[in-house]
DNA sequence: TATGGTACATACAAAAAAGTAAGTAATGGC
DNA sequence: GCCATTACTTACTTTTTTGTATGTACCATA
């Protein structure tokens, strides 16, 4: 999130996978901590980042700005200031980040299937 | 992986991710660096330990260790040891486990385009 | 008796991610 | 002139993840 050492072993290994498989570099695009809860409470129209905050109990300021930076950088989300003060800025999908609803609703009932399975009551 | 402080916000924040999101759940369960990639190499069957570790170059015997332990402990893959002298261990996935490739195919064809989309040639 | 193969474990260090606390800019209303 | 509002920064600390290096058990074979 903050400066990564380019030569690092770590950061090489990051790069090899995410060039060597789609399906980790898919992941890797909605890995963050925050950046599915952000992108779910995106999935019914725009947002401010005032929505975004009051919505996501817990995220800070901080996380929720890193995450949404990094989710536009990647072209999943769409940013839009408006001129105004107090300043205003709305967050919305893009084409390709809509592309993802319908894989994460399956990935959400497989979630929910292996939950009641591992946890039976 | 390691130790983690069960009274950290970090800590916190993640568990309450994850009871309030099955999507983020999900993600937690193959977000490690390697799971993808070990997962992958067991869509066709089983695999010794040693073979996943010369078929994912970089791993090193202790993420993989790691990686498997995790996917192990969440029923995501299955850990067969032979009474064997060398040991022989063999991995493979479960039902469940199975159930997440037609996602994680959706999910690769997404990431393909992206890349695509983004880096366009 | 020494060696080799397999699948690990352990102690430690480096890097990255997440969280905390405080500050900033612009301007309209009081 | 002072304060409130909004969407951020910035500097810093803590926690977690990843990587390095080395050691272990077991027994068959040389």
Same mark, same amino acid.
């Given at each position: 999130?903050?400066?990564?050492? $380019?030569?690092?072993?770590? +950061? ?7 060039? !060597?498989? *789609? ?8 890995? =963050? #901590? ?9 999935? +019914? =129209?725009?947002?401010?980042?005032? $929505?975004? #905050?009051?919505?996501?109990? +817990? ?9 949404? #930076?990094?989710?536009? +950088? !990647?072209?999943?989300?769409?940013? /839009?200031?408006? %001129? ?7 967050? $919305?999908? /893009? !084409?390709? =980040? ?10 959400? *009932?497989? =979630?929910?299937?292996? #939950? %009641? ?5």
């Amino acid at each position: 999130m903050a400066k990564i050492k $380019e030569n690092s072993t770590n +950061n090489l290994n990051r790069k090899y996978i995410i060039t !060597d498989c *789609n399906l980790t570099y898919s992941i890797c695009m909605v890995g =963050g #901590r925050w950046k599915l809860l952000i992108l779910c409470n995106l999935e +019914n =129209g725009k947002l401010r980042f005032g $929505e975004l #905050r009051s919505k996501i109990c +817990n995220i800070t300021e901080r996380m929720l700005t890193l995450h949404l #930076r990094e989710l536009e +950088n !990647d072209g999943i989300v769409k940013r /839009t200031v408006y %001129a105004e003060v107090p300043p205003k800025v709305e967050y $919305e999908l /893009t !084409d390709i =980040g809509r592309e993802l609803i319908p894989i994460w609703e399956q990935l959400s *009932n497989w =979630g929910e299937k292996h #939950r %009641a399975m591992t946890r039976p009551e």
